[in-house]
Nanobody, 119 residues
Framework: QVQVVESGGGLVQAGGSLRVSCAAS????????MAWYHQPPGQERELVAA???????NYADSVKGRFTISRDSAENTVLLQMNNLKPEDTGVYYC?????????????WGQGTQVIVSS
């Protein structure tokens, strides 16, 4: 069994910062990468940042220069540091962990963490 768990969301004023984390746990897998998705209220889920073990990170234009995705020292954990938050960053942030398990590569979703940015 594999579990992907996000944490660290909350309420913050515009211009503030939050850090959310995503941890994959279980057995028999290898982490290939993780990606964070943002789902604003009533809208589709959209990719905001992605990180791969092979190196490099990619960001949506809307968060470039404000968000940073990085690997944490804790095993199989990736952080998303969000600075200069804007009201439009409000929504649920989901993590998708791309894992190799039993020869297959697939993404595993977490349950999401809520971020609310007040103006």
């Amino acid at each position: 069994q594999v579990q992907v768990v996000e944490s660290g969301g909350g309420l913050v004023q515009a211009g503030g910062s939050l850090r959310v984390s995503c941890a994959a746990s279980g057995s028999g897998f290898r982490l290939n990468g993780m990606a964070w998705y943002h789902q604003p209220p009533g809208q589709e889920r959209e990719l905001v940042a992605a990180w791969a073990t092979s190196g490099g990170a990619n960001y949506a234009d809307s968060v470039k220069g404000r968000f940073t995705i990085s690997r944490d020292s804790a095993e199989n954990t990736v952080l998303l540091q969000m600075n200069n938050l804007k009201p439009e960053d409000t929504g649920v942030y989901y993590c998708n962990a791309v894992l190799t398990r039993q020869g297959d590569i697939r993404g595993y979703w977490g349950q999401g963490t809520q971020v609310i940015v007040s103006s």
